[in-house]
């Protein structure tokens, strides 16, 4: 189910769209929001898959609004106004939909958000489990309970909640095998599940109790990972 919200500052292209989504069995409507400063709240306090955003709003444009919310976030654009559509797909928004939004161009729209969000989905239930070759053997690492991961010269400690495993590997290699979103190599010595972090100092994170040295030239990254997956 595909959890989504409508922001319109006209109460008739709310009611459009909010009966449109009726029909669609996999889209749960949470809410509608004349304001998009009430919608921006809203979005940061509870979970949404997808936003139908009016670009032309007052306080705040959808432009602006879909500059500020997290890339898992599907949006789709609705307007009156045909010559912003560029603008909106540099956004990498899903679709654009012209006024007045007629059920069909809608459906089109909600499927191509939903093959976006089950290929999305499909990522993630594969990156669920690494497996690291120690000898003849393959251990299965869960990166649900992978803290973090040390380099000790061509070998490598991965720490999980319950348990270190030691295997031949480099740093490097293991890092082609992570899914980006979710580690970051913080350090020469340290790669870290970004969802593990306790705090976030100036020059170290602390991790399960650990604290684990953080390298300037990995501040930047590591803030702006930590605030994607918010």
Not at 133 to 138: L, R
Request: aromatic residues 8%.
């Amino acid at each position: 189910m595909i959890k989504a919200i409508v922001i319109d500052d006209e109460p008739t292209a709310l009611d459009i769209i909010k009966n449109h989504a009726e029909k669609v069995t996999y889209i749960q409507l949470l809410a509608t929001f004349v304001s998009a400063v009430e919608a921006l709240t809203y979005i940061q306090q509870n979970p949404v898959d997808l936003i139908f955003l009016d670009i032309h709003m007052p306080d705040l444009s959808g432009l602006e609004f879909a500059s500020m919310i997290k890339r898992h976030q599907q949006v789709i654009f609705t307007t009156a106004y045909p010559e912003h559509a560029l603008k909106g797909f540099d956004l990498a928004a899903t679709d654009y939909l012209l006024k007045p939004i007629n059920f069909n161009r809608f459906l089109q729209a909600c499927l191509l958000a939903e093959s976006r969000y089950n290929s999305s989905f499909t990522k993630a239930r594969q990156s669920e489990n690494l497996f690291v070759k120690d000898g003849n053997n393959w251990i299965r690492i869960k990166l649900n309970e992978l803290l973090y991961v040390r380099g000790e010269d061509n070998y490598i400690n991965l720490v999980e909640k319950n348990k270190r495993t030691l295997v031949r590997m480099t740093l490097k290699e293991l890092q082609k095998k992570l899914p980006l979103e979710q580690f970051l190599r913080i350090h020469k010595s340290y790669i870290i599940s970004i969802s593990k972090i306790e705090k976030i100092e100036k020059q170290q994170v602390t991790i399960a109790g650990t604290q684990i040295p953080l390298s300037m030239l990995s501040v930047d990254a590591l803030l702006q990972k930590v605030d994607e997956l918010g």
